[in-house]
């Protein structure tokens, strides 16, 4: 299947300081990608739609001049973190698609998730 | 909106033991579902997978039917094994365009005790 890569797969930052993440979809182009926030023991919620060449969508409660969302190419979509604070420590996992053929279903391939620590 | 609800857990079984995870969903029309798999430590795996009514996903040892009537998709195992422990994720998503998201459930921790 396709594969989406995650990198950091952790990092620990100071509190005040920016942190990127990216996402790329290996073998395939991602019109779409999605980040997701998982809390310990929790599900995982959505935070953004990130669209290649426009804005991203944020879910209600997401603070967007907090997560800086930048999906420049086909293949990367990045999350910045920015004046990361300690109750920012989190997973954060990242998802794409693949762009359908006609009449037939996408699948959504999913990174190894970023463990955000801030100190 | 769509959703996804599913037991919470955690479950604790005994190796060997039967397995069942209730998940139920909230869609209209017919979407995909999933269960998702994530071992400690690590990201989200497909588990399987199953995309219209009556279907049945099935994937290391683990089945989930597509039921429609009852708007569920529960997950099975007959023989649990320790490396089966981890939490396991019901979700669904309509698949047809690349904007479609992944909706999750809650999640289901299994400890599986030798």
């Known amino acids: 299947g396709a594969v989406v890569s995650q990198h950091p797969s952790r990092v620990i930052c100071k509190s005040g300081t920016s942190v990127k993440i990216e996402c790329r979809s290996l073998?395939?182009?991602?019109?779409?990608m999605f980040w997701y926030r998982q809390f310990p023991k929790k599900s995982l919620m959505l935070m953004a739609t990130?669209?290649?060449?426009?804005?991203?969508?944020?879910e209600q409660g997401v603070e967007k001049d907090k997560f800086l969302i930048n999906h420049a190419s086909l293949t990367l979509s990045t999350l910045t973190v920015t004046s990361a604070h300690p109750e920012d420590s989190s997973f954060y996992i990242c998802?794409?698609?693949?762009?359908?053929?006609?009449?037939?279903?996408?699948?959504?391939?999913f990174g190894q998730g970023t463990r955000l620590t801030v100190v | 909106g769509d959703s996804v609800t599913q037991m919470e857990g955690p479950v604790t079984l005994s190796e060997e033991a039967f397995l069942t995870i209730n998940c139920t969903y909230t869609?209209?029309?017919?979407?995909?579902l999933f269960w998702y798999v994530q071992y400690p430590g690590e990201g989200l795996q497909l588990l399987l997978k199953?995309?219209?009514?009556?279907d049945k996903g099935s994937n290391k040892g683990f089945e989930a039917t597509y039921r429609k009537e009852t708007t569920s998709f529960h997950l099975e195992k007959g023989s649990v094994q320790v490396s089966d422990s981890a939490v396991y994720f019901c979700?669904?998503?309509?698949?047809?365009?690349?904007?479609?998201?992944?909706?999750f459930g809650p999640g289901t921790s299994l400890s599986v005790i030798p």
């Open positions: 998802s794409a698609r693949d762009i359908p053929r006609t009449g037939e279903n996408t699948e959504a391939f």
């Open positions: 073998d395939f182009q991602a019109t779409t």
């Open positions: 990130s669209n290649e060449g426009s804005k991203a969508t944020y």
């Open positions: 869609a209209t029309g017919y979407p995909s």
């Open positions: 199953a995309t219209k009514a009556d």
């Open positions: 979700a669904l998503s309509r698949a047809k365009t690349s904007y479609d998201k992944v909706i």
